[in-house]
């Protein structure tokens, strides 16, 4: 393989013969050889803002994941936007492997198979669907259509409130844990949030009576990677190192949310740390690559990894410095690899359901 001088060198050098053209936008996820390459770094949420807002580039690559480089697509080229600068945006995404396990638990045609499964039971009319961020683009679309909205982890409650200005219940998709632990927040209690499971045949699996005694059905879908932390390594770190802080990503588990300090999306992480006091202890459960990074550079702090095994999102390692440098160069020589461009009847759609995620406040 290429030796990374080498590489840094050629991403450097069309970085700079590109200019303003380039964005890069890149997850705190990513590792930190390609963080040093990045223009902008952000959590979901603020990724979109930077895409939506973007105006001078012509290009974006995103180090992150699938769905990231499509909520770009669809912001960076809404019809304002396109109409402003008079051509599309490019959106590369380095490696089209790095997909995102929890968006790939719910697809379109089983949303819509629940939905129908439900009206039965339900009247869907006064259901909100509320898609976590982290899924394929179609849901977002249904979304848009069905009256519902996206959340990132940094909204879900706010967007939660929106949506029981507009309905009775809520139906939360791909990821059970965000959507159970924002609603347990809001007084909402575990009886009231059946999950469904979109992969019961039968419809007596998605019990009638839990479904009509419901305020958030709960879709079956978790993060492979923030399910490892489990509540016996709160309780270990806490017995160890008397006075630590438990800082968790809202995509753990119950069990580990309901006893950590603080819960966040990562942009809320990284602020609750540099926020803190010299040594301050702190054990954090969320991807591996930001936890060491936070460690590099909190030296005055004592800053430990929840699990003793090692949680790393595969997908979001993907993006490395061969993926970005070819991606780069082709780009640059005019033969673009990886484009990501959304489906425009989708992209109309999921844009409703995004716009109205951005409004909430
Ligand atoms: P945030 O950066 O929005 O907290 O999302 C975490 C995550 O798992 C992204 O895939
Ligand atoms: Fe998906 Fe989890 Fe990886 Fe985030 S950390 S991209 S939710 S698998």
Request: hydrophobic share 40%; net charge negative; glycine share 6%.
């Amino acid at each position: 393989s290429m030796p990374s001088e080498l590489l840094i060198q050629r991403i450097t050098a069309v970085r700079e013969e590109m200019g303003d053209s380039l964005l890069i936008l890149g997850h705190h996820y990513q590792q930190d050889e390609v963080v040093e390459h990045t223009d902008l770094r952000g959590d979901s949420y603020q990724l979109s803002q930077m895409a939506a807002e973007s105006d001078s580039c012509r290009s974006i690559v995103f180090c992150g994941v699938h769905f990231m480089a499509e909520t770009a697509d669809i912001l960076a080229n809404r019809p304002e936007k396109l109409q402003q600068r008079g051509e599309r945006v490019r959106v590369v995404l380095p490696d089209m492997a790095a997909g995102c396990s929890m968006a790939d638990m719910a697809a379109i045609n089983q949303v819509e198979a629940a939905w129908q499964d439900m009206s039965e039971i339900i009247d869907t009319d006064r259901v909100i669907p509320v898609t976590y961020i982290n899924s394929a683009a179609s849901l977002k679309a249904f979304c848009g259509r069905n009256g519902g909205i996206v959340c990132t982890s940094s909204n879900a409650q706010a967007v939660l409130d929106w949506a029981f200005e507009r309905g009775d219940r809520v139906f939360f998709f791909p990821d059970q844990h965000l959507g159970r632990n924002t609603s347990l927040k809001m007084g909402i209690t575990e009886e009231q949030m059946p999950v469904w499971d979109p992969y019961e045949l039968d419809l007596g699996g998605n019990d009638e009576a839990a479904i009509e005694n419901s305020k958030v059905i709960l879709w079956k879908g978790h993060c492979s990677v923030h399910q490892m932390f489990r509540p016996e390594h709160v309780d270990l770190f806490r017995k160890q190192h008397p006075g630590i802080k438990i800082l968790v990503h809202p995509e753990c588990p119950r069990d580990v949310n309901d006893i950590a300090d603080l819960s966040g999306s990562t942009g809320f992480i990284i602020k609750a740390v540099r926020e803190a006091e010299p040594g301050t202890k702190w054990a954090i459960g969320t991807e591996l690559h930001l936890v060491n990074r936070l460690k590099a550079e909190h030296p005055e702090q004592e800053i430990h990894f929840l699990s003793p095994v090692v949680c790393m999102c595969a997908t979001m390692y993907r993006i490395d410095l061969p993926h970005l440098c070819w991606s780069l160069e082709n780009l640059r020589d005019g033969t673009p690899v990886n484009t990501i461009s959304v489906d425009e009847e989708v992209s109309k759609w999921s844009l409703v359901a995004l716009e109205r995620m951005l409004a909430v406040k």
